[in-house]
T-cell receptor
């Protein structure tokens, strides 16, 4: 069964460092998303990406964040200068275009980011 | 703005018994989708069940079923014959076609043996 793959599963980084979280969405999907979940809290939307551009972003997704689909298969989230409060689980998700089947987003297993 | 409310931070159920988790949502859209996701300690997001708003029939998946009340904007999850493996955080979520998921705050479900 096709799945969304995220790497790494756990990333520890020093405050102020840049970090790149990687995702490989399901191959025929066209909508891509990043969500964040701070420990013990709800899952929050960060950004959606369609047709090689951001289609929507939340207030959390400020200038420190960027997304890219560099090679047609990977979908990355970059945090330029990490803060302690960026420590969270980051989920990538994807969904396809067909209205009949585009009812759900498929989630990766998440990347746990720890900023020290 | 679309919001999802889960009013039960934590629920407990005895093994083999039935439990219902509540969810309400607010939207002005007429065509949308509702989901229940399970998040075990591994923190992976696992889809449990989904409901299309245009369908009047309540969705069922084995021991999981929903009570979808569109007029009341209510979408509860019933788990029958609860098992120890059902213990997890459960999130209710809402989505308009092609758009982001909006999640509730979650309900921790504990299953007692």
């Amino acid at each position: 069964e096709p799945e969304v793959t995220q790497t790494p599963s756990h990333q520890v980084t020093q405050m102020g460092q840049e970090v790149i979280l990687r995702c490989v969405p399901i191959s025929n999907h066209l909508y891509f998303y990043w969500y964040r979940q701070i420990l013990g809290q709800k899952v929050e939307f960060l950004v959606s990406f369609y047709n090689n551009e951001i289609s929507e972003k939340s207030e959390i997704f400020d200038d420190q964040f960027s997304v890219e689909r560099p090679d047609g298969s990977n979908f990355t989230l970059k945090i330029r200068s990490t803060k302690l409060e960026d420590s969270a689980m980051y989920f990538c998700a994807s969904s396809d275009f067909d209205r009949q089947t585009n009812t759900e987003a498929f989630f990766g297993q998440g990347t746990r980011l720890t900023v020290v | 703005a679309q919001t999802v409310t889960q009013s039960q931070p934590e629920m407990s159920v005895q093994e083999a018994e039935t439990v219902t988790l509540s969810c309400t949502y607010d939207t002005s859209e007429s065509d949308y989708y509702l989901f229940w996701y399970k998040q075990p300690p591994s923190r992976q997001m696992i889809l449990v069940i989904r409901q299309e708003a245009y369908k009047q029939q309540n969705a069922t998946e084995n021991r999981f079923s929903v009570n979808f009340q569109k007029a009341a904007k209510s979408f509860s999850l019933k788990i029958s014959d609860s098992q120890l493996g059902d213990a997890a955080m459960y999130f209710c979520a809402y989505r308009v076609y092609g758009n982001k998921l909006v999640f509730g705050a979650g309900t921790i479900l504990r299953v007692k043996s």
